[in-house]
């Protein structure tokens, strides 16, 4: 008699930890599953745009210099395109003549180099508008331009479009490969990375 109560005892004991096992394990697995969340891609692409900061005095375009309002570092360059339009937006047929129908200076070496692709290139990477705010502009290339007086074809007036447009700044191989035709490479200078200029 004793033996057979001291089995059942056992097997309740057995049975007792079989079932506390299974529940732990069961209600663990549970838990797990109810509050594991996919993990999204927390990857964000960098976007990289660009604008014309400039004074107009009259019919004057002073201090034109390009701001980075991207949000990562990058390369910039411009194409300054001048032309005769009347109010409805067309263009003259002939180009107006520098130093003739209209005057501009350049602030060439103030960071800035004229590539052999005609483009204008600032030397140096520029931080983005969203990284530095009060230091994410170039250097001035254009100090000023002007129309000279009754140069104008009847009904025209002097436009000066500064087309710019920007690169990020890393990985180096982007702005060699990309803007190949006026860049030849990237060096170290002073400790910053600076563009080599085709000339």
Known sequence: MKSILKTKKSI??????????FVSVGGTLAYLIDTTQPVGNTFTSSKVTTAVVETLDGQ???NVSIQNTGDTTA???AAVVVNWKDVDGNVYGQVPVAGTDYTITYALGNGWKQGADGFYYYI?????????????????????????????????????????????????????????EG????SMVDDVPTLTIKE
Do not use: H
């Open 60 to 62: 004057t375009k002073k």
């Open 124 to 180: 140096r990477p520029v931080q983005s508008v969203a990284e530095a705010p009060s230091d994410c502009s170039t250097q001035v290339l254009i100090n000023s331009c002007s129309p000279v007086a009754d140069r104008a074809p009847s009904g025209y007036y002097l436009n000066m479009e500064i087309l710019c447009s920007g690169i990020q700044s890393q990985p180096e191989k982007v702005v060699t490969e990309l803007w190949s």
């Open 75 to 77: 390369y910039i360059r």
């Open 183 to 186: 860049v030849s490479g990237v």
């Open 12 to 21: 309740a004991l057995l049975f007792s930890l079989a079932l506390l096992l």
